[in-house]
């Protein structure tokens, strides 16, 4: 028993052991989605804490891709910082504040693909036909 004028506080400990939920809206399984010029948009929630805004990762094909995100409470819109082209399949993790990591979300889907002009360009200089120098 608490001695008499004594103040007793009791308070709960909950340690969240459980990862967050995460999902693409942006783009759809099998979309024509351009990575150079749309945004990626992923939701997430989680049940016992909140998911760090600073922890999504994103790879493609198994490699890693640099992004900038906009985050909210819910989710995030990003850029990916790097353009590929052709089939692809992404996938995005995010973690909560208390470390815990998603599952791995993924999406496929096409990019356009990407032409790059490699070759050096040639100049023919066609008119005039004659060259005079005056004063020579």
Do not use: H
């Not at 989605?33 to 922890?55: C, H, L, R």
């Not at 470390?99 to 096409?110: E, L, Y």
């Not at 070759?119 to 004063?135: F, H, L």
Request: hydrophobic share 40%; net charge negative.
């Amino acid at each position: 028993a608490p001695r008499a004028g004594a103040a007793v506080s009791s308070f709960s400990l909950i340690v969240d052991t459980s990862p967050p939920a995460l999902s693409f809206s942006v783009p759809q399984n099998g979309a024509s989605f351009d990575p150079a010029t749309q945004n990626v948009e992923i939701t997430w929630s989680d049940s016992v804490t909140s998911v760090d805004a600073g922890s999504p990762e994103f790879r493609r094909d198994g490699a890693v891709v640099a992004a900038q995100c906009t985050s909210s409470a819910s989710g995030a819109i990003c850029r990916l910082l790097q353009t590929f082209s052709g089939a692809s399949t992404l996938t995005a993790s995010v973690a909560d504040v208390a470390g815990n990591r998603s599952a791995n979300a993924s999406v496929s889907f096409t990019a356009p693909t990407v032409y790059v002009d490699t070759s050096v360009p040639v100049i023919t200089i066609e008119e005039p036909g004659w060259v005079s120098a005056v004063g020579v």
